[in-house]
């Protein structure tokens, strides 16, 4: 999406290392990134000009069909196990046409409210009876398509889902996810990757990463292979210990935590993203932080979802970098993911200030991105220009320190939004030629669609769709 010349654009205030620095100018080179940063500057001529920023955030966990679900599992109680009956009977739902209509909703939705990249930790790979696409990476060219046309970042976390437990096969309604084994994950791992090369355009913003479902899904010596097989330099992520139903099937079946697995694999080091982390022991911490690696907390889905509280300062205080996703995408919003990740250590410890504003957007923004494999991100020289504008003067936010924006903003504060140096959403909407308008109206055409395709027949569009 990039046009490939250098522009300039100016704050009035640019949130820099968790300080507001007054009137800064950024210029980037043609690939987007910043090539010049000035401070004390008024804006020019015919410039850009925004009010504050901050860096934009990287979403370090999605399930993009799971917003499929939001506000229709809330009434029968329950737990994560029955929810994640809903979650099949959505998955069932999609081909790669509607995935492609609710991924770009969604990524919009994302957009307009301040995250600038996204993790899709995707697995709905084929058909529903387990059989691929006659298109090969029929799913996966609709989700890097619907973020392609957003102008959102993407790393596409293609997900290994082998089996329906430890020592269990898959379910029937976990057949989509499936690739028989190890090796056949890896061929169709490295042959999407070189699809996914052919079909970039200049300024591509669609990266590839990989997924281990979790140590359930994936049997240990598939797992062994699949660290083999992988580049080095692939960021890769998968979920750990977000239930304890987890930790006991599998120290019944291995003598280790899921944690410990991991360990034994050689799979915990600087590049591995370990969502969610829930329910750990003392030593899992232990590990986890020696190892540098990234912990993806989901602080709005582990309360939707009843997880628990995981202990985000401790694996901090141990070693490990702390990011966030929205995971099922129950709530969207980067500024409420933020202030759950401090709100649950307040309640879980009795103390304020458990993770410093600073910290906290050096979690949204930095730490996503490097979970992602996007590299650094804290405006400096050489980075990418991705820019969220906040207002400092809604209901939200008037009267408060700048600094501390991360703990009374929402996604409604969000004004403009910057990729790579360019607008890409202003006032809610989104400004690509190729997916402009808002993302409610892109969400209302995805749902009549999937509508349609249950009933067999034209259905009329949700209240308040455009027409």
């Known amino acids: ?38 401070h004390g500057v008024r804006p020019a001529e015919g410039e850009l000009s925004l009010g504050t920023v901050v860096p934009g955030m990287g979403n370090a966990h999605s399930h993009a069909f799971h917003r499929l679900l939001r506000g229709r599992t809330h009434a029968e109680g329950g737990d994560f196990w029955q929810w994640r009956t809903a979650m099949y009977a959505a998955a069932a739902s999609l081909d790669p046409e509607r995935y492609y209509a609710v991924a770009r909703a969604v990524f919009g939705e994302m957009l307009v409210c301040g995250w600038t990249a996204v993790g899709e930790f995707h697995y709905v790979h084929h ?10 990476h029929a799913m996966e060219s609709a989700v890097a398509s619907a973020a392609r046309d957003v102008g959102i970042r993407l790393t596409l976390l293609d997900t290994a889902y082998l089996a329906g437990g430890l020592g269990a096969p898959l379910l029937a309604e976990q057949l989509a996810f499936g690739d028989g084994s190890a090796e056949r ?14 079909t970039a355009g200049e300024g591509d913003r669609v990266t590839l990463g990989a997924a281990l479902h979790s140590v359930r899904a994936v049997p240990r010596d598939a797992m062994a292979t699949i660290l083999a097989g992988l580049p ?9 210990s977000e ?75 141990a070693g490990a970098r702390i990011a966030v996703g929205s995971d099922q995408n129950a709530v969207i919003d980067p500024f409420l993911e933020l202030r759950g990740l401090e709100a649950g250590e307040r309640l879980a410890s ?22 992602l494999g996007l590299g650094a991100h804290t405006l400096a020289l050489g980075q990418p220009l991705d820019l969220v504008e906040v207002s400092t003067i809604s209901v939200r936010t008037l009267g408060g320190d700048p600094a501390q924006i991360a703990l009374t903003a929402t996604a409604a ?14 006032s809610g909407a989104l400004a690509s030629s190729a997916a402009a308008g808002r993302p409610e109206h892109l969400l209302a055409d995805a749902l009549a669609g999937l509508s349609s395709s249950r009933s067999g027949s034209a259905v009329e569009p949700a209240q308040g769709a455009h027409p």
């Not at 058909?127 to 090969?136: K, L, M």
């Open 232 to 240: 080095a330099d692939i960021p890769l992520h998968v979920h750990l």
């Open 127 to 136: 058909r529903q009876d387990g059989r691929p696409y006659a298109e090969a």
């Open 350 to 371: 009795g103390q304020r200030g458990r993770f410093d504003p600073a910290e906290l957007l050096a979690a949204g923004s930095a730490a996503g991105y490097t979970s």
């Open 243 to 317: 239930q304890p139903q987890e930790n006991a099937d599998t120290l019944a079946a291995t003598g280790l935590t899921p944690t410990g697995v991991l360990a034994e694999l050689g799979a915990l080091t600087p590049r591995i993203s370990l969502v969610h982390a829930t329910h750990l022991t003392d030593a899992d911490v232990a590990l986890i932080g020696s190892s540098r690696a990234t912990v993806v907390m989901c602080p709005t889905t582990e309360a939707d979802l009843g997880d628990g509280i995981g202990p985000a300062r401790r694996l901090a205080d």
């Open 413 to 426: 504060d969000v004004e403009r939004v910057i990729v790579a140096g360019e607008l890409v959403a202003s």
């Open 185 to 198: 994950w890896l061929e169709r791992w490295h042959s999407l990757r070189d699809h996914l090369a052919a």
């Open 1 to 38: 999406m990039s046009s490939g010349h250098p522009r300039s654009l100016h704050a009035a205030s640019a949130i820099i290392g968790g300080r507001p620095v007054a009137g800064v100018r950024f210029t980037t080179d043609a690939s987007g990134r910043i090539s010049s940063i000035e």
